[in-house]
């Protein structure tokens, strides 16, 4: 369901290893909504499919914003693949491994932790590595604290690639922002 999204990554470790990623998530990361209340994502990210719908967003921001002359030059081709890595999986364990009821305010964590627990990230080198998992890790940004103690309990972006994933993130979770899926350009054209 992310196969056109796992394309776009250039780089074949980084490609391969995405996908076996992908097809090692939960089941309900293709079924549940974005949102658990409904509070914070827009229609289209809500109902059965959501978070897929959400991830595909995101992603497709993002590709587009690096088509961009203004970005086409401030990252490498492996900063993008790692970018484009991030966002597929930012929220693969958005309801925790054993699919709780709500959202996991920690689903970050939850998700660089698993990674790296499974060995997926094996064959990265330690730079790719660190980045993507700080990438995940941060991508909430100002959105970090617990919500009863109010304490932080994530990082907040702090990298050029850090920042780009939650803005994409970010712009994928506006209400007022509704995303046509079948106008994304798969074929690497712009609309």
Avoid at 4 to 9: D, F, G, L, T
Avoid at 138 to 165: A, C
Avoid at 174 to 182: G, N, P, Q, S
Wanted: hydrophobic letters at 35%; glycine letters at 6%.
């Amino acid at each position: 369901m992310l196969e056109n999204e796992i394309n776009w990554i250039q780089d074949e470790t980084i490609r391969n290893t995405v996908k076996w990623i992908v097809d090692c998530l939960p089941d309900y990361f293709f079924t549940v909504p974005a949102s658990s209340t409904g509070k914070y994502h827009p229609d289209y990210a809500l109902g059965e499919g959501g978070l897929l719908r959400h991830t595909k967003a995101a992603v497709a921001i993002a590709k587009d914003l690096l088509g961009l002359e203004m970005y086409s030059h401030t990252y490498s081709p492996i900063e993008q693949d790692i970018i484009i890595a991030a966002l597929i999986l930012h929220d693969g364990l958005k309801h925790g491994i054993d699919h709780q009821k709500y959202v996991s305010a920690l689903h970050p964590q939850l998700m660089t932790d698993w990674l790296l627990e499974q060995g997926f990230l094996n064959n990265w080198d330690e730079t790719q590595r660190t980045t993507l998992i700080n990438a995940i890790n941060s991508h909430m940004g100002q959105w970090n604290t617990d919500y009863r103690t109010k304490k932080e309990i994530l990082p907040k972006p702090k990298t050029k690639i850090e920042k780009f994933v939650h803005q994409a993130d970010y712009l994928a979770s506006r209400k007022y922002l509704e995303f046509v899926f079948d106008k994304i350009n798969y074929g690497g054209e712009r609309l």
